[in-house]
């Protein structure tokens, strides 16, 4: 069974940073692109970061320069470490893993709150 389990939201004043973790199991982690999605409420999902196994990254312009994504295969854990937090990036946040093969999982999102 696959589980993705987020970890790491809260509540953060603008300009504070948080890291958000996702530790998969039961799938081959290394083979597979991570991705961070975000949704704030009345909007679409969007994806925010993502991180190939050949280690490309890509990331939403809204984040960029403010936003890592990272990973780390011996524990089958993606992190976001997002920083100068804006109350704009208020959403919850999933993790989402994806493969050649066009499988797809994801957790079941943390929250992640900006404000003063």
């Known amino acids: 069974q696959v589980q993705l389990v987020e970890s790491g939201g809260g509540l953060v004043q603008p300009g504070g940073s948080l890291r958000l973790s996702c530790a998969a199991s039961?799938?081959?982690?290394?083979?597979?692109?991570m991705y961070w999605y975000r949704q704030a409420p009345g909007k679409q999902r969007e994806m925010v970061a993502m991180l190939t196994n050949a280690g490309t990254t890509n990331y939403v312009d809204s984040a960029k320069g403010r936003f890592t994504i990272s990973r780390d295969n011996a524990k089958n854990t993606v992190y976001l470490q997002m920083n100068s937090l804006k109350p704009e990036d208020t959403a919850v946040y999933y993790c989402?893993?994806?493969?050649?093969?066009?499988?797809?999982?994801w957790g079941q999102g943390t929250q992640v709150t900006v404000s003063s």
């Open positions: 989402n893993a994806y493969n050649a093969a066009g499988t797809d999982y």
């Open positions: 039961g799938l081959a982690f290394s083979l597979y692109a």
